[in-house]
T-cell receptor, first 113, second 111 residues
Framework: DQQVKQNSPSLSVQEGRISILNCDYT??????FLWYKKYPAEGPTFLIS?????DKNEDGRFTVFLNKSAKHLSLHIVPSQPGDSAVYFC????????????FGQGTRLTINP | DVKVTQSSRYLVKRTGEKVFLECVQD?????MFWYRQDPGLGLRLIYF???????EKGDIPEGYSVSREKKERFSLILESASTNQTSMYLC??????????FGPGTRLTVL
């Protein structure tokens, strides 16, 4: 049972445009959500997170939106840059600080020049 | 900067061999994790540990065991490697927050 789902395996975006990556979850006990970025042959690196008490968190070019009623979150990257080409994973945690994360399948983002 | 190191980047083993994957963290944090990453499946938790000599099963522990004799070191053991354990193995560590910091991964191929 996939509790965190990223339904788009891949996404291709023009450089300078907005990239929108989506993630859905089924477990209403999740209260903390994270996005990780992964380059080939490297481990994932933390990108941005959001607590369930918020509906938006912004860090530079990256913004995460949370819609609790729809159990949906999205990551917006604007403007997209070639260095953003990577696999993006969303992850969810049931109790903040408990650290057991459930990951989605990942979305491969390609930024075209 | 947090540093998580894994003993090998690439490993090739034969079916039935016992395989040890080592992970070391330098932040003196309590929590350590082992995941495997497979295409289309994302990262799946194998085992985790909240303290020395303590371990808990993750979502896919079958065929694996772990050892945590020292705080900084968390080892993943494949008792008898099988071809379906060919995967990318990722070690992570964390403090009290939810962020986890990952090592570079070990690409294991079982022939």
């Amino acid at each position: 049972d996939q509790q965190v789902k990223q339904n788009s395996p891949s996404l291709s975006v023009q450089e300078g445009r907005i990239s929108i990556l989506n993630c859905d979850y089924t477990n209403s006990m999740f209260d903390y959500f994270l996005w990780y970025k992964k380059y080939p042959a490297e481990g994932p690196t933390f990108l941005i997170s959001i607590s369930s008490i918020k509906d938006k968190n912004e860090d530079g070019r990256f913004t995460v939106f949370l819609n609790k009623s729809a159990k949906h979150l999205s990551l917006h990257i604007v403007p997209s840059q070639p260095g953003d080409s990577a696999v993006y994973f969303c992850a969810a945690s049931g109790v903040q600080g408990a650290q057991k994360l459930v990951f989605g399948q990942g979305t491969r983002l390609t930024i075209n020049p | 900067d947090v540093k998580v190191t894994q003993s090998s980047r690439y490993l090739v083993k034969r079916t039935g061999e016992k395989v040890f994957l080592e992970c070391v963290q330098d932040m003196d944090h309590e929590n350590m994790f082992w995941y495997r990453q497979d295409p289309g499946l994302g990262l799946r938790l194998i085992y985790f540990s909240y303290d020395v000599k303590m371990k808990e099963k993750g979502d896919i522990p079958e065929g694996y065991s772990v050892s945590r004799e020292k705080k900084e070191r968390f080892s993943l053991i494949l008792e008898s490697a099988s071809t379906n354990q060919t995967s990318m193995y990722l070690c992570a560590e964390g403090s009290g927050s939810d962020e986890q910091f990952f090592g570079p991964g070990t690409r294991l191929t079982v022939l």
